[in-house]
């Protein structure tokens, strides 16, 4: 069965950092493209980013309101994805999901923007 | 930037049958996704590919795409399905970016 587990989330400052983590089992994680949708409160879905797989040169894409500021990065040996959140906004309040490709979902993690 | 569109709010009684509609210009060359999500929980896949249903998604769900229209159908839709749904694509343009419609809320009463 395959299994996304996130972490990292909670509250945080305007203008610091935080690192999310996905935890994930039940497949071979090396073989994967990994991304990043995060959910305002009461909003709709937003993607953030995906890493491609090794196979597929390990590159990133982001969304144009993070690129720059978030990067998204993983270990394929602890079958970990991360995402590094720099510069935090506000905006970015959210709970944030992993998923595998687009079939498969965490339970996501809520990220708190506020001084 | 591409854009999906969907209709905010669809209103059926149960035992009827609900269209969800997600429009966008990309999609006569790419394929639409559906996704079901009930209030704080994670979203579910119900139909990817336009039209094929994962494994343990009730028959009820069905999926067609034509022209710039892609539609999510639930036949006798029940209590349980109501949801928020989603529809995602991409677009061809060869942009590698997600987008997602902004969501349609599902009411069965």
């Known amino acids: 069965e395959v299994q996304l587990v996130e972490s990292g989330g909670g509250l945080v400052q305007p203008g610091r950092s935080l690192r999310l983590s996905c935890t994930a089992s039940?497949?071979?994680?090396?073989?994967?493209?990994m991304s990043w949708v995060r959910q305002a409160p009461g909003k709709g879905l937003e993607w953030v980013g995906f890493?491609?797989?090794?196979?597929?040169?390990?590159?990133?894409e982001y969304a144009a309101s993070v690129k720059g500021r978030f990067t998204i990065s993983r270990d394929d040996s602890k079958s970990i994805a991360y995402l590094q959140m720099n510069s935090l906004k506000t905006e970015d309040t959210a709970v944030y999901y992993c998923?595998?490709?687009?079939?498969?979902w965490g339970q996501g993690t809520l990220v708190t923007v506020s001084s | 930037s591409y854009e999906l569109t969907q209709p905010p709010s669809v209103s059926v009684s149960p035992g009827q049958t609900a269209r969800i509609t997600c429009s966008g210009d990309?999609?006569?060359?790419?394929?639409a996704y559906w996704y079901q999500q009930k209030s704080g929980q994670a979203p579910v896949l119900v139909i990817y590919?336009?039209?094929k249903r994962p494994s343990g998604i009730p028959e009820r769900f069905s999926g067609s795409s034509s022209g710039t229209m892609a539609t999510l159908t639930i036949s006798g839709a029940q209590v349980e399905d109501e949801a928020d749904y989603y529809c995602?694509?991409?677009?061809?343009?060869?942009?590698?970016?997600?987008?997602f419609g902004g969501g349609t809320k599902l009411t069965v009463l």
């Open positions: 998923t595998r490709g687009v079939d498969s």
């Open positions: 039940g497949f071979t994680f090396g073989d994967y493209a």
């Open positions: 890493i491609r797989s090794k196979a597929y040169g390990g590159t990133t």
């Open positions: 990309a999609l006569p060359k790419k394929y």
């Open positions: 590919e336009d039209s």
């Open positions: 995602y694509s991409t677009d061809s343009s060869g942009n590698p970016n997600w987008v």
